[in-house]
Nanobody, 122 residues
Framework: QVQLVESGGGLVQAGGSVRLSCAASGRTFSNYAMGWFRQAPGKGREFVAGINWTGGSKQYADSVKGRFTISRDNARNTMYLQMNSVKPEDTGTYYC???????????????WGQGTQVTVSS
C-alpha cells in the first residue's frame, strides 16, 4: 500500500507561480510512475502531467505545456509540480496519483492523495 499527501496549494494571482508537492510513503516510491490530475468545481478529474519511475519520461496535457513542470526526487520520496504563468482556468483541486506506467487515464491509478486546492485570481 502507498500513501500520498499533497501540499503547496493556495491562492495565487494570475501570472504567478506555485509549486505543489506529493510525499509518498509505504511501497517503494521509485517502483512506479506518478501523475497529477486536477478537478474544477462541477467537472471531472482531468490529467495534468505524468512522470515515469526514473523521471526520464514526462507527459503533459496540452493546456499546461510550457507552463508546468513535473519532477520527482526518489531519494526524498516526493514528486513536484511547478506551475508557472498560472491562469484562472488552472483553478481546482490538484491530486497526485500512483500508477504502473505513465497514463492520462484516471482509472489506471491505484492510489491517490487527498488533494490540495489551487485558486488563481484574475
Amino acid at each position: 500500500q502507498v500513501q500520498l499527501v499533497e501540499s503547496g496549494g493556495g491562492l495565487v494571482q494570475a501570472g504567478g507561480s506555485v509549486r505543489l508537492s506529493c510525499a509518498a510513503s509505504g511501497r517503494t516510491f521509485s517502483n512506479y510512475a506518478m501523475g497529477w490530475f486536477r478537478q474544477a468545481p462541477g467537472k471531472g478529474r482531468e490529467f495534468v502531467a505524468g512522470i515515469n519511475w526514473t523521471g526520464g519520461s514526462k507527459q503533459y496535457a496540452d493546456s499546461v505545456k510550457g507552463r508546468f513542470t513535473i519532477s520527482r526526487d526518489n531519494a526524498r520520496n516526493t514528486m513536484y509540480l511547478q506551475m508557472n504563468s498560472v491562469k484562472p482556468e488552472d483553478t481546482g483541486t490538484y491530486y497526485c496519483g500512483a500508477t504502473k506506467v505513465i497514463s492520462t487515464v484516471y482509472v489506471d491509478y491505484f492510489a491517490w492523495g487527498q488533494g490540495t486546492q489551487v485558486t488563481v485570481s484574475s
